[in-house]
């Protein structure tokens, strides 16, 4: 799959990738992923990205945080999980103000969580 960028004629337009170029071709041919018409690219390359698949959600890898004292910023270790079943690892930076925010919010939902064990017992 292969993505044409918003500035090139097809506009940002996802398709297959349905052949190469080669001696005899001088361009990519791609289609629609469901179906349609079929449209070119050179053979450069230089107007197709590949396409990302989609994101379905992020999990906090098991480790620890990481600050940068000059960048003044932390990082927590991710993974990324992908429509296809892919992953890929990354990294969540956050700014001193998002730490802050943050903990407020996770202080306020451990102590929630913990109020509502205690409703239950």
Do not use: C
Not at 31 to 52: H, N, V
Not at 110 to 121: D, N
């Amino acid at each position: 799959m292969a993505t044409s960028p918003s500035t090139s004629p097809r506009g940002g337009r996802v398709g297959v990738v349905v052949a190469l170029p080669d001696s005899n071709t001088a361009s990519y041919h791609l289609r629609p992923p469901g179906g349609g018409e079929d449209w070119t690219a050179p053979k450069d390359g230089t107007t197709l990205r590949p396409a990302s698949v989609p994101v379905t959600h992020v999990q906090p890898l098991k480790r620890d945080f990481i600050y940068d004292h000059r960048a003044q910023q932390a990082a927590l270790p991710v993974q990324i999980h992908h429509e296809d079943g892919g992953t890929s690892e990354s990294l969540l930076v956050l700014t001193p103000g998002q730490v802050e925010l943050y903990h407020i919010q996770l202080e306020q939902l451990i102590k929630s969580r913990e109020q509502a064990k205690e409703r239950q017992r």
